[in-house]
């Protein structure tokens, strides 16, 4: 791939918003913990090792979706494992028959983590207080922060304990099947 700019393409970040409206349908059943606590699910339990829990994330400067992985280690607490781009046929393979099981990382579980899209890195991610998506630290310079161009928010950065909200991915269960035409699955 040449420095050439790529032209955005929506549905390159369609695979994100259907992991937020996961998100958004656990918001609203009362399954999922937000800021005005509402119920959550319980983390992880301190024996099981080895779970493996993708936080969504869109890169600041190319508007696209990717997941920082997490697993969880003998004693309990998650730590980084890698960042994933997330393209429709990932999102397809893991995420699309997930149950949306979702799992609860705090963020002092979070580790460095660095973009796949534009290589920004910095602590887990921001929170954009005008999309309310997860952002990489790609466009970020010092304490100040600016979010992908289709949201368009800025500002100073403030440092919050908080919850991050992550899915498991499934597993793939033979064959690709496609839709009305039988196969596999």
Same mark, same amino acid.
């Given at each position: 791939?040449g ?9 390159e970040?369609?695979? %994100?918003n259907?992991m937020d409206? &996961? ?8 399954? *999922?913990?937000?800021r005005?606590?509402?119920?959550? *699910?319980?983390?992880? /339990?301190s024996?099981?090792s080895?779970?493996?829990? #993708?936080?969504?994330?869109?890169? &600041?400067?190319? #508007?696209k979706?990717?997941?920082?992985r !997490?697993?969880?280690?003998? #004693? ?14 990932? !999102?397809?393979?893991?995420y699309a #028959? ?11 579980d979070?580790a ?9 890195? %910095?602590?887990?991610?921001v ?6 998506r997860?952002?990489? !630290?790609g466009?970020?310079?010092?304490r !100040? ?6 949201c368009?928010?800025? %500002? +100073? ?5 908080? +919850? ?7 597993? /793939?269960?033979?064959?690709f &099947? ?8």
């Amino acid at each position: 791939m040449g420095k050439a700019l790529v032209k955005w393409q929506q549905r390159e970040i369609e695979a %994100g918003n259907r992991m937020d409206t &996961a998100l958004a349908r656990l918001r609203q059943n009362g399954e *999922l913990e937000t800021r005005r606590g509402q119920s959550a *699910l319980s983390p992880a /339990p301190s024996g099981t090792s080895g779970e493996v829990v #993708d936080l969504p994330r869109v890169c &600041a400067v190319h #508007d696209k979706p990717y997941a920082a992985r !997490y697993v969880t280690g003998a #004693d309990g607490r998650f730590r980084h494992a890698q960042t994933i781009r997330v393209t429709e046929a990932l !999102y397809l393979e893991q995420y699309a #028959d997930s149950r949306n099981e979702m799992r609860l990382v705090n963020s002092a579980d979070l580790a460095e983590e660095c973009c796949p899209w534009c290589g920004g890195h %910095g602590f887990g991610s921001v929170r954009c207080g005008t999309c309310a998506r997860e952002i990489c !630290y790609g466009k970020t310079t010092g304490r !100040y922060f600016r979010c992908r161009d289709s949201c368009g928010g800025q %500002g +100073t950065m403030v440092t919050e304990f908080r +919850t991050n909200e992550g899915v498991r991915p499934g597993s /793939p269960r033979g064959g690709f &099947a496609v839709p009305g035409k039988g196969g596999q699955r």
